[in-house]
């Protein structure tokens, strides 16, 4: 049974932008904190942004003002909106609860930020 789904990842310049999305199972979005999670190839999974059913968010370090985390409760979606991308945010960008749930792992959305 599909849990997840991300989607609106792509190819894009430095500095461009792009806006991801994550729709989840009712059962996963209601009650849960939620994140978004990345990986490089060589690299682990790492936490990019969280945020609450009541939209408390955290992001990692590595943000510094460039993403914003938002979730629409009615359409049970996460969004992640990214700006001023760099080459190293290239990865696979996931989304699950935070903590995250082993086994609701979606396929993820490649992100390329290339020139």
């Known amino acids: 049974q599909v849990q997840v789904v991300e989607s609106g990842g792509g190819l894009v310049q430095p500095g461009g932008s792009l806006r991801l999305s994550c729709a989840a199972s009712?059962?996963?979005?209601?009650?849960?904190?939620l994140g978004w999670y990345r990986q490089a190839p060589g690299n682990s999974r790492e936490l990019v942004a969280s945020?609450?059913?009541?939209?408390?968010?955290n992001y990692g370090n590595f943000v510094k003002g460039r993403f914003t985390i938002s979730r629409d409760n009615a359409k049970n979606t996460v969004y992640l909106q990214m700006n001023s991308l760099k080459p190293d945010d290239t990865g696979l960008y996931y989304c699950?609860?935070?903590?995250?749930?082993?086994?609701?792992w979606g396929q993820g959305t490649q992100v390329t930020v290339s020139s």
């Open positions: 009712r059962s996963i979005f209601s009650s849960n904190t």
């Open positions: 699950n609860t935070y903590p995250p749930i082993g086994n609701i």
């Open positions: 945020i609450s059913r009541i939209h408390y968010i």
